[in-house]
């Protein structure tokens, strides 16, 4: 992010296994607010202000904490008017590196059209930031990115060839993106934790319209 100047643009978090994806999800079933928040502490300690609390490390529900981090923590009617307090290993922090942008947006695949028209729409120029893993690439953000991508292409003036590059895998990844993923190195973590629906669950696209936007530094739609 630091070749970056983001205070003109929008910026698109993305951390498609699994924080945006369930991010998304959540206020499609009615969440009232999220709070990103970049530490377990600080996160804890929002328990007592009122906040259901979220998140995990190491892909697991922290001790304590009342949700996780897999999207059918975040369906139906047990979510409702919630405020949410939720930090993850890089899908908030991600969050928080992008505060300085002039709109901050939660992009995944289940809300991928949504995103797209919002940006095509948008008068600023668009950053889309993978979260990755630990500052490192990972392939399930760069194929959402790529759909993204191949989605605004006709619109698109991109100053290097990181976007090209990621709507190629997304194009030879599309069919079966579940098979595509397999040999990655999130989906072999969470493999461990047997997971698989929700890896299934967060590259289906276009399940809900919802579009988070972070006012303030907390989200809302
Ligand atoms: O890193 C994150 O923000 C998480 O989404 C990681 S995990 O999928 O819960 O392991």
Known sequence: MHLYEVRNRTVVVVD?????????????HGVESITPVANLDECRSMKTKGF????????????GFDKGNSPFEYLGDQVKGLKIAFTTTNGTQAIEKSKEAKEVIIGSFLNLTTVAKYLLLGENNALIVCAGWKGRVNLEDTL?????????KEYLGPDCDAPLAAQHLYNL???DMVSFLNASSHVRR????NIHDDIKFCVTPDQYKVLPKLKNGVLLV
């Open 144 to 152: 959402f990115a790529g759909a993204l991508v191949e989605k605004l």
């Open 52 to 63: 259901v609390i979220s998140g995990e490390r190491d892909g697991k529900k922290v001790e």
């Open 190 to 193: 969470l493999n461990k934790l």
């Open 16 to 28: 498609i296994l699994r924080a945006t994806s369930c991010m998304v999800t959540a206020f499609a």
């Open 173 to 175: 990844a599309k069919n």
